[in-house]
């Protein structure tokens, strides 16, 4: 599961680390939540920044808002299910991020925030498909997931599942629209967890509306309820 991550580069980090361009303005964002409107590069259109809700809304469910329900998909099995499959093959996108966010669980009521990234800190993208769909309004609108796989060694001590980070040379591979099914799934691995790092973080990340750099900042660990614990 990656329910929050953040992207707080600036516009023109972002262009130059992905090679896109980004039309009109863009402000960091520090707690991405599903249903919010970001950043991603598509398969159709790899030298610019889209802006894609997050949680897809499957091929089949026309005319349906966007769903919290598919924020997610196991890499093992995208290929296969109905739901997924046709965006597998043919809507591929990478989603620009530069830490995501998990809660370990220390108790039956205690919970605290952790936050992943890589080593130097620098931006990534999570391997992601994509729909189109018309709305009630007659309105085109494009919603993403983020596929997930097993854990590494650094998130396996917090949670059974990490969303897949790409590595920067096969990201041109995951928008190929040449790329073998057998080359895609090759690609969907957990990442090295040697180039990553995590630590606590504030329970101001549990609220969606928090969205400030004060939620990626190390802090000593607390729970959902701000109290401190013995728990790291």
């Known amino acids: 599961m ?5 992207l ?3 516009k023109i980090e972002l262009e130059e680390r992905f090679q896109a361009e980004m039309l009109g303005d863009f402000n960091p964002r520090y707690n991405i939540a599903p249903s919010q409107l970001v950043p991603v590069i598509t398969s159709d259109s790899p030298k610019g920044f889209s802006f894609f809700y997050w949680g897809l809304t499957p091929e089949f469910a026309k005319n349906k808002p966007v769903s919290i329900n598919f ?3 196991r890499a093992e099995t995208v290929h296969q299910k109905v739901s997924f499959k046709s ?17 370990k669980r220390v108790g039956k009521k205690t919970k ?13 993208a999570f391997a992601g498909i994509w729909e189109e769909y ?4 007659g309105e085109n609108n494009h919603t993403f997931l983020i596929l997930t796989t097993q854990p590494n060694s650094v998130i396996g001590e917090i949670h059974d599942r990490m969303p897949v980070i790409l590595k920067k040379e096969d990201e041109k591979k995951w928008l190929d629209t040449y790329s073998s099914e057998e080359t895609l799934l090759d690609l969907l691995q957990a990442y090295n967890p040697e180039l990553m790092i995590s630590h606590t973080v504030s329970p101001l990340v549990n609220s969606v509306h928090n969205d400030s750099p004060a939620i990626i900042r190390k802090t000593s660990p607390m729970d959902q309820f701000g109290n ?5």
């Not at 990656?2 to 953040?6: D, F, I, P, T, V």
């Not at 401190?228 to 790291?232: A, C, D, I, Q, V």
């Open 134 to 137: 018309e709305n009630e309004k």
């Open 8 to 10: 707080s580069k600036s």
């Open 2 to 6: 990656c329910g929050r991550y953040s």
């Open 112 to 124: 605290i925030p952790y936050r992943f990234a890589l080593e130097n800190d620098e931006a990534f």
């Open 71 to 73: 924020i997610n998909a």
């Open 87 to 103: 965006a597998f093959k043919q809507r591929r996108c990478l989603v620009p991020a530069d830490c995501f966010f998990e809660w």
């Open 228 to 232: 401190y614990t013995l728990f790291g």
